[in-house]
């Protein structure tokens, strides 16, 4: 997580294409991470953090902070170690702070404690803290103890420390890969094993899911992580050429779909020398040859649909990822929209409910996402005497006018049943109607 090592370098993120996004990048100073739930705190952490030239980004909650370590390198994570009012225990903090260090053991996490946590500070420094503040704290004695962290975070001395075979080697940035899912942290902890490795990796689920994702990881901690992975799609013919003697991780997506005479030529061109992670819809359709060849591992990104709370969580980091592109506050989901969002069966995955996130926050006009927001598609479902659906080049702007319109003529013009039908407060269904002249 070293802020200029190039091997740190974020994949994109879900229908942004966003590469280690920095919108409030400070030429110097220390960019922070704050993990704290009291927002009096926050307001006075940064102001003393700003006039010391440093830049502070806050995260109230631990799925808050892990958001934005997917999407920023941070020097230091100042974390507090309870967030539930009344709870002294600290174990969240710990869970957090197990997870942090885990993703990336160099980073520099000075935690929070209450004034008689003595105890507490002692066990975050052995749980992998680099040191500890108390309440109340004199500013200037908190940022020296960042400075200091920052300072000595454990930089990795040598690449096979970094990304090579030695035990600890963990892949850099590997906290992108939000979800708090059994399967997901399964899948942590084997990138994590599996990643300095030299073994071919399968990496299979549905299209979206976050199969690159993983494959951007697997590299990102494998010994060639300094230099580009090679990326192709094997349908392609002409990528072919790109093979060649390829020494580093050489990304094949797509082995699955060729048929069987294909996939021997491919194997034949394989260079011994390269280390393979194959991108498949279904391994079942490869050659046994082809295979045993690619996938001393197989790894599997289950669909959203077996992993809700992940969707929950995903859907949150979309919304911050879209408000922070768009200029816009963060807008809350409403409970039908948190509902929809567990319920529904996204199609194109991860990718496709990052889109619908980013369309129902650019579309927000009453500072909430509801549910009729995320379903701009469902106007057939809404009436089926719908006389058109909507093409699929129709703006977003036409495509809700339609949803409207749909959702008033089945419901006899009746507002608030259509509100209802559309998971809409009868007041956002009127402000929509003006807008649509309506
Ligand atoms: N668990 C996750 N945490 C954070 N971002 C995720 C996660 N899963 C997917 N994404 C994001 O969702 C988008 C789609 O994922 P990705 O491109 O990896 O899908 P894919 O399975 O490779 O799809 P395809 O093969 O069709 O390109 C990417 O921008 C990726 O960063």
Known sequence: MTKHDPADSPPSVAGQGVRDRTPHDVSSGHRILLVDDNRQIAQAVTLAFDCAGHRVDTAVAPQEAFSHLAQYRYDAILLDLNFTQGQTSGEEGFACLARIVADDPTAAVVVITAHSGIRIAVAAMQAGASDFVMKPWRNADLIARVDAAVGKRRRPSSPSLAF??????????????????????????LIRRVAPSAAGVIVSGPSGSGRSLVAALLHAGSPHADADAITIDVRDPLAWEKIGGT???????????????????????????????????????MTPRLRARLGTVDLTMPPLSARHADALLLARHFA????????????????????????RHWPDEVRGLAQAIERAVLLDDDGVIDAAALTPRLVDAVSPVTTATPPLDVSLEQSERVMIEAALRHHHHNVSHAAASLGLSRQALYRRMTRHGL
Do not use: N, Y
């Open 320 to 343: 911050g990822l879209a408000a922070a592109r768009h200029g816009r506050p963060v807008p809350p989901f409403t409970a039908s929209a948190e509902a929809l969002i567990l319920a």
């Open 247 to 285: 020494a580093g991780t050489l990304i094949l997506r797509h082995p699955d779909r060729l048929d069987e005479v294909q996939q021997a030529r491919l194997l034949d061109r394989l260079p011994a020398t390269a280390r393979t992670v194959a991108i498949v819809d279904d391994p079942a359709m």
């Open 164 to 189: 090579g075979s030695a035990a600890t080697a963990t892949p850099a940035g590997l906290h992108r890969l939000l979800g708090d899912s059994p399967a997901v942290a399964g899948l942590r902890d």
